[in-house]
Each structure stands twice: as C-alpha cells, then as structure tokens.
C-alpha cells in the first residue's frame, strides 16, 4: 500500500503539485478575505462608537417635538442615564475678518442643543455651553477654517409646531434664526464629535450649543426631539418607564374640560392619524374638523371668509345639507331648504391651492345664543384667533386683503370672533 502512494506521487507529481499550489493560493484569498473583513468590521465597528458614544437608545421624534421633563423622569426611572436634545438643521458663516480666503459658508450642518447631561455618553469630556457659545467637530471648524475663541455666524431653522404645509399655518411665522456664536471648543470624533444617527462613514458638520438657548431662540421652550439614553437599561425596562411616565401632553396633545364636554386638541392644530385612532376608542367620542373657506353664498348675496365645521350635526343631516347660524341666514336672506355654495381652497400635493366649489342645501337654522359653547370649542390658529381684526389675519392660505376688509364680517368678528358660521358632515368637510 505504501509503495503504491509513492508510486503514485512519482508519476503523477505535477498533478499533485498544481493542486497543492491551487490549496495554498485558495488559502491565501479566504485568509485574506478574513483579514480584510475583519478589519472592515472594527472600522465600521469603531466610526459607530464614535457616532455614539455611550448611547444605546434612541426615540427620534423628528419634526414632531415633546417636553423634555419625559427624558428626565426616565433617568429616575431606569438604571441609565437618560438626557433629550433638540436637533435642527442650519447653516454656518465665517465672515473671514482673519481669513485671507474671505467669507466661507457651510451648508447642511447639524444643530445639536445639549446640556451637561449629554457629555456624560463621551469619555472624560466635561463641556458647560453658555448663550452664544459654539462646540464645533473637527470636520466643521476645518472647513469654517475657525479656532477656539473666534466667531461665527449659525442660521437655524425654525420649525413650527404646525406643519407649513398645512392649512391655515402661520405665513409671517419667521422660518430661521441667525445669531453670532464664539468657538468654546473644537470637539474630536472620540468626543462625540462626530456623533449622528446616519450609518454613514461620512462625518457629518455638527455644531453643539446649549439646550435652552437653542430652545429660546426657536421659541420651542423645553421642547426636543430626540431622547438618549445609556447602557445599563433593557428595552423592557425603558418601556416600562415609557408606559409610567408618559402622558399626552408630553407630545404637545391637550385635554380641555368644557361645559360637560371633554376636548382633546394639538398644539399642531391638526390631530395625527394614531392619535385620533386611540381617541376614538373612547365612548361617544366624536371627531370634528375646522376650516376657512373663502365665500358661502345665496344667489348674488355673499359673506367672505368663514369658518365651517365638519362633525356631530342631526342625525337626519346628508352630506349635501348644511346648519348655518341665525347671523349668517339673515346676512344671505336665507331659510331652510335654500340652497348655498361654498367656495373654499383645496390643497394639492404640490402646496398650491385651487378654488373649488360645493353645494349644500339649509337642513336648520341655529340660534347665536346656542353656539357659545362651540365659540369656546373653536381650536386656536397663530395669526387668526389672535389679531383684533379680520384685515390682520396672517395665515398660509391665499386671502384677499381687500374682501378682508368686508365691514359685515368684521362686525361679526367684534362680536362673535371664531364662532363657526356653518356646521356640515365630517364626510362632507373630509371631501372638501
């Protein structure tokens, strides 16, 4: 047997010798290949710590906001520290008073507004932000071509509670900030520098400042949106806080008590899906809609910019009648059967807003001294509920500044403000 291996070995050695060469070189690319992942994983491995230090948990709230009392009942709560922050975008300006290179501007940069309790995810890094003080990371100031002890220029985008894009949204409503910054210190990528929730490799410009300032200048006082918190607490646990601590108004939703009814608004006006979703898991809960519309008219008789609300009406009430107020029939000679038209603005997708036209036929007719209850019902809209006259509204929808001035309508708002001038189906308000 042995002589037949080496036999073998003999004739057949180039053969044997091309397979040992193809073993060793098929070794050589998968030990490589290992090596090579392997180092690939401990730099992905390690541009995340840099990214998050310490931090394990995140809830991002993005555009939506909630107090951040929530963050720090949590850090009671659970067996981790626990901190919120305010992320908004902006950009940042080196005027260039010592810069042969003159102005230099920075687009996309990430405004991080701590507080202490954020440099407690880093390792070793104690860090107090006054008013109009700066942390850059390293990838910023270079770019700003900037030091410790200058100055720059940040402008902040200023979100709104209400989207823009919504009706009715505050059109005056400033959209940015721009304050001038002195550099407290220029922060490494192990400093949390570089910290971002984007698994890119790609550092991004982020400029710290504290927490208040920020919330001050953006006039989201003791808001955030985005809640951190350390190692040390399971996802149950958290949870289990969340479940504890949290209550509506942590996200801006508020319950009213009024006249025997219990109201549940937003201080973005309009409730979110989920929201109304749960709200209307409540006995006899009822949904209501409000909106401005541009005319309801009778014939040639008209009154301008009214508001109309879609929700609880009589149950023999069809989506193609209308209540209308005792101030609104006798403005339009009308009665019940007359038939009127609303003329009212649609939003499209693209944010413009097309005229559109509804019939309704007068199902009754109620009396003024019966809506004082739904005067105070009414949601409170930036720009409209709190100017003195109807030729101050201020709000993102097209309006005309002369039929503004109609002296009919401004009488009714001295005397009746926002109470609605017409009452139809939700179904019909959702179509419109």
């Keep these: 047997m042995y002589s037949l291996i080496v036999s073998s070995l003999r004739y057949y ?18 030990t490589g290949a290992l090596l090579v992942g392997d180092s690939v994983d401990g730099s992905l491995r390690s541009f995340a710590m840099m990214r998050l230090g310490d931090i394990e948990h995140v809830i991002s709230t993005r ?5 951040q009392a929530l963050a720090t009942q949590l850090d009671v709560e659970i067996d981790a520290h626990a901190t919120s922050m305010l992320h908004l975008r902006g950009m940042a300006i080196n005027q260039g008073s010592s810069q042969e290179s003159g102005r230099v501007q920075v687009n996309q940069v990430e405004v991080l507004g701590v507080d202490s309790g954020f440099w407690q995810f880093t390792d070793g890094v104690e860090l107090e932000l006054g008013s109009n003080e700066v942390a850059l990371n390293e990838k910023l100031a270079a770019a700003l071509h ?3 002890g200058e100055e720059i220029s940040m402008r902040v985008a200023k979100p709104s509670l209400m989207s823009r894009d919504a009706p009715l949204s505050w059109s005056s409503d400033e959209r940015s900030k721009r304050r001038r910054y002195k550099v407290k210190k220029i922060l490494l990528d192990t400093e949390l520098g570089r910290f971002s929730l984007a698994p890119s490799q790609i550092g991004p410009y982020n400029a710290f400042v504290d927490r208040t300032w920020l919330q001050e200048q953006v006039e989201l006082e003791g808001r955030a949106n985005l809640l951190l918190v350390g190692t040390g607490a399971s996802t149950v646990e958290i ?36 929201t109304i979703r749960a709200a209307l898991t409540i006995a006899d809960a009822k949904p209501t809609l409000t909106y401005l519309v ?11 910019y ?41 939003l499209l997708p693209s944010g413009d807003f097309i005229n559109r036209q509804r019939s309704f036929a007068i199902h009754s ?10 005067r105070d019902l009414m949601p409170t809209y930036p720009g409209l509920s709190d100017v003195e006259s109807c030729a101050d509204w201020d709000v993102g929808m097209p309006m005309d500044d002369e039929i503004l001035k109609d002296e009919a309508n401004e009488e009714y708002w001295d005397s009746y403000g926002q109470t609605p001038k017409a009452f139809v189906t939700l179904a019909a308000a959702q179509e419109m």
Excluded: C
């Excluded at 555009?63 to 107090?67: A, G, H, L, V």
């Design 239 to 274: 949870g289990t806080a969340l479940k504890k601590n949290w209550n509506p108004e942590h996200i801006g939703i508020k319950v009213f008590a009024r006249n025997n009814l219990i109201q549940l608004e937003s201080d973005r006006i309009y409730l979110d899906a989920e």
């Design 63 to 67: 555009s939506q906001f909630f107090n």
């Design 13 to 30: 050695w180039r053969t044997h010798l091309g397979v040992l060469a193809g073993a060793m070189l098929t070794s050589a690319v998968l």
């Design 306 to 346: 009214s508001f109309v609300v879609g929700g609880p009406v009589p149950e023999t009430m069809s989506k193609n009648e209308i209540v209308i107020n005792r101030w609104l029939a006798d403005q339009l000679d009308a009665k019940v059967g007359t038939e009127v038209e609303i003329d009212y603005a649609e």
């Design 294 to 304: 541009n005319s309801i008219a009778h014939g040639d008789i008209s009154t301008p």
């Design 365 to 374: 007719i109620v009396e003024m001294s019966d809506l004082l209850i739904e």
């Design 146 to 148: 900037v030091a410790v």
